[in-house]
């Protein structure tokens, strides 16, 4: 267990209205990232954070937003859900060297009616 | 910029027979190689890594894989399959700025009784 949860782990919204998941580590480190995972297409990044405040974008990250205020939590925000986000979401986290792992939460399962 | 082809979405064995799922990457900088599995419903686990000390690289729960720089490839083997090893895999290549991981499609492997 790497000290990652995630919330909600499963959601059920409507086209239109915003979606924020959340993602919590225990671990105190530096870099935390959001992956979508959809069949055919393996895990893609969407957004990742390297510290409190600082963000970037991923491969993926049209129609999504993310905010760290503080070290141990990572937002990502749809700000108006469509049905090609469905999708079930997984948050990771990493110190932030060559040879470190990164570990991954349990998901989020997403479904945008 | 780095990618993964991971060959085969879908690969069956038989209980007891060898384990090989293939993975190729491309990658302008010395990489550092992952293999992840995925049990239904859960998140990533990491199986092994390679970080360019050892060619050969043990993980957990008797895998292994190869690194070969002339092939640009890392294979995942096992030499014996067994039910429990049914899941999900993911190769991973980390590179370029702030450590992200590009991940392949997956393979899911089914084991036959």
């Known amino acids: 267990d790497a000290g990652i949860t995630q919330s909600p782990r499963h959601k059920v919204t409507e086209t239109g209205t915003p979606v924020t998941l959340r993602c919590h580590q225990t671990?105190?480190?530096?870099?935390m990232y959001w992956y979508r995972q959809d069949p055919g297409h393996g895990l893609r990044l969407i957004h990742y954070?390297?510290?409190?405040?600082?963000?970037d974008k991923g491969e993926v990250s049209d129609g999504y937003s993310v905010s760290r205020s503080k070290t141990e939590d990572f937002l990502l925000t749809l700000e108006s859900a469509t049905s090609s986000q469905t999708s079930v979401y997984f948050c990771?986290?990493?110190?932030?060297?060559?040879?470190?792992?990164?570990?991954f939460g349990p998901g989020t399962r997403l479904t945008v009616l | 910029a780095q990618s993964v082809t991971q060959l085969g979405s879908h690969v069956s064995v038989s209980e007891g027979a060898l384990v090989l799922l293939r993975c190729n990457y491309s990658?302008?900088?010395?990489?550092?190689l992952f293999w992840y599995v995925q049990y239904p419903n859960q998140g990533l686990q990491l199986l092994l890594k390679?970080?360019?000390?050892?060619?050969l690289v043990k993980g957990i729960n008797g895998f292994e894989a190869e690194f070969k720089k002339s092939e640009t490839s890392f294979h995942l083997t096992k030499p014996s399959a067994h039910m429990s090893d049914a899941a999900e895999y993911f190769c991973?290549?980390?590179?370029?700025?702030?450590?992200?991981?590009?991940f392949g499609k997956g393979t899911l492997l089914t084991v036959n009784p």
């Open positions: 954070s390297y510290g409190v405040k600082d963000t």
């Open positions: 990658s302008s900088v010395p990489p550092y």
């Open positions: 991973a290549v980390m590179g370029g700025s702030n450590y992200k991981l590009t």
């Open positions: 671990e105190n480190h530096r870099y």
């Open positions: 990771a986290i990493s110190a932030g060297t060559d040879t470190d792992t990164q570990y």
């Open positions: 390679y970080t360019s000390a050892a060619t």
